[in-house]
């Protein structure tokens, strides 16, 4: 019910409306309660409204995050196969 | 999908389920409540219970707008649709199969005459309205922060377009207002029953409300929130914030889900929805009683367009099927297999109860991504 996804503004179209992309399926939703909506932004739809804009580079930032959360140096360290044999 | 596949990456999360266990401390458990439908999902589809260390449980909370909606509100809307020819009702296809009273639903009722549509946007309702001017088409309003804006848009489009044979059945209903009864009820205070060390707090209801209105709880109740998005690696990392915030003795509002929520939210839809509704002093939530300032109605200057004025509807609270455990499970206090009816009486095709209608409840959830799991765990 609440499950809404990010897609691609396409081609925006008359009276605060837009056409998005999801996984190839194309689809008309309203724009009017996001202003400033460009052009092959992403969008959250949802109930056929963009309810917010996505920011990519925030998008970017938290994904460096879960890479840096598994390149940690102690990961490596605590990961179970390399805890073997030891006392813990 | 951008924005989507990269937040599913197996690999990422195998580093952060490593980042969880060596960053939870020995020695002490962990209890945290996903209080969104969506994020009971996440858990249940993607497994992400198997991640996580034993001394981590996951509990799943009442934000699923389809479990909550009491008995009462949707027997309103099926007398409104029996007994005049005249409306049609039309709502979310989730609301469709919520048992009512006298074993009916919206769609057993319209096996019995009533008119009753599904609609995936508010928007086609009031289009059907434009196009069946000698009929009255009755919006059934339900969901949380997400689905009350586009409501909201619709309302003013009627009212705009003088449309005077469209109204809505609004039950829209509050996230802060059900997560503070959550913390503050009897049950939870005098029992002591659902011990909680914090909350993976809404995504999509905070990219319109923001992470603010979380940050009294925060503050009075000493629990940390981190609002997370709604793919597993958003509520690993997420759970990994909270374990932090826990270990630190911190109890704040953390966003994890920066590529879409702000602290102020959208203010646009936000400005909207307090120009169309105002507070009801109460509103009854399936499993969680009354509670006060939890839900929406219409301000009195859309009273045309309130279809519980218009057609003088009453709200008769029903009690919930007694069998059922819903109302335990939206509380955390307990989880869908304890209850007699869980995978046999009920089940996605036959729900006795709503936690088992949508995909976001808790014994939906668990029945069709979760059963099979557990079952395997048993025989290990
Ligand atoms: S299994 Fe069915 S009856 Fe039991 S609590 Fe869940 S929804 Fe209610």
Redesign the interface.
């Known amino acids: 019910m609440c499950l809404a996804l990010p897609a691609r503004i396409v081609e925006l179209l008359d009276g605060e409306l837009c056409r998005v992309e999801l996984g190839g399926v194309r689809k008309e939703i309203s724009l009017a309660l996001v202003d400033g909506a460009a052009l092959g932004d992403y969008v959250i739809v949802h109930v056929g409204y963009a309810l917010t804009r996505l920011d990519p580079a925030e998008a970017e930032r938290t994904l460096a995050l879960f890479a840096e959360a598994g390149l940690d140096p102690a990961a490596a360290r605590d990961h179970p196969d390399a805890q073997r044999g030891s006392s813990t | 999908?951008?924005?989507?596949d990269?937040?599913r990456?197996g690999?990422?999360a195998?580093?952060?389920a490593?980042?969880i266990?060596?960053e939870a401390a020995p020695g002490r458990d962990y209890a945290f409540m996903e209080f969104?439908?969506?994020h009971t999902?996440a858990i249940a589809r993607y497994a992400v219970t198997d991640l996580l260390p034993p001394t981590v449980r996951m509990i799943h909370g009442p934000?699923?707008?389809?479990c909550v909606l009491p008995i009462g509100r949707i027997d309103m809307a099926i007398r409104l649709a029996l007994a005049r020819p005249d409306v049609i009702v039309c709502t979310?296809g989730?609301c469709l199969r919520v048992p009512a009273s006298g074993g009916l639903s919206l769609l057993k009722a319209r096996a019995r005459g009533a008119d009753v549509r599904m609609v995936?946007?508010?928007?086609?309702a009031l289009a059907l309205a434009v196009r069946e001017p000698a009929r009255e088409v009755v919006f059934f309003a339900?969901?949380?922060e997400?689905?009350t804006?586009?409501t909201a848009?619709v309302l003013h489009a009627a009212a705009a377009q003088r449309l005077d044979n469209f109204s809505v059945l609004c039950n829209h209903v509050l996230t802060p207002a059900a997560i503070a009864a959550i913390l503050e009820s009897p049950e939870v205070r005098e029992l002591g029953t659902v011990a909680l060390d914090g909350f993976v707090g809404?995504a999509?209801?905070s990219?319109?409300i923001g992470s603010r209105p979380y940050e009294r709880f925060a503050a009075a109740h000493r629990k940390p929130v981190v609002i997370a998005g709604?793919e597993p690696?958003?509520v690993i990392?997420a759970i990994?914030m909270l374990i932090r915030q826990v270990n630190d003795g911190r109890a704040e509002v953390e966003n994890?889900f920066?590529?879409?929520?702000t602290r102020d939210g959208?203010r646009?839809?936000q400005a909207?929805v307090a120009d169309t509704f105002e507070s009801r002093p109460s509103f009854e939530w399936r499993g969680l009683g009354a509670v006060a300032d939890s839900a929406l109605r219409l301000r009195p200057a859309f009273a045309r367009w309130d279809a519980e004025r218009k057609f003088a509807l009453d709200d008769r609270p029903v009690p919930d099927h007694k069998a059922c455990a819903c109302g335990a499970i939206l509380r955390g206090v307990r989880t869908p297999t304890d209850c007699k009816l869980f995978a046999t009486a009920c089940t996605p095709e036959t729900p006795m109860g709503a936690c088992m209608v949508?995909s976001?409840g808790a014994c939906a959830a668990h029945y069709t991504y979760g059963r099979f799991r557990a079952a395997a765990q048993r025989t290990d």
């Open positions: 999908m951008k924005y989507i990269e937040f990456d690999r990422l195998a580093g952060l490593r980042a266990a060596r969104c439908g969506g999902h934000g699923c707008p389809v979310y989730d995936y946007s508010p928007a086609d339900i969901g949380f997400t689905t804006p586009p848009l809404p999509h209801v990219t319109v709604f690696l958003d990392q990994r994890e920066t590529r879409a929520v959208n646009k839809a909207l949508s976001e």
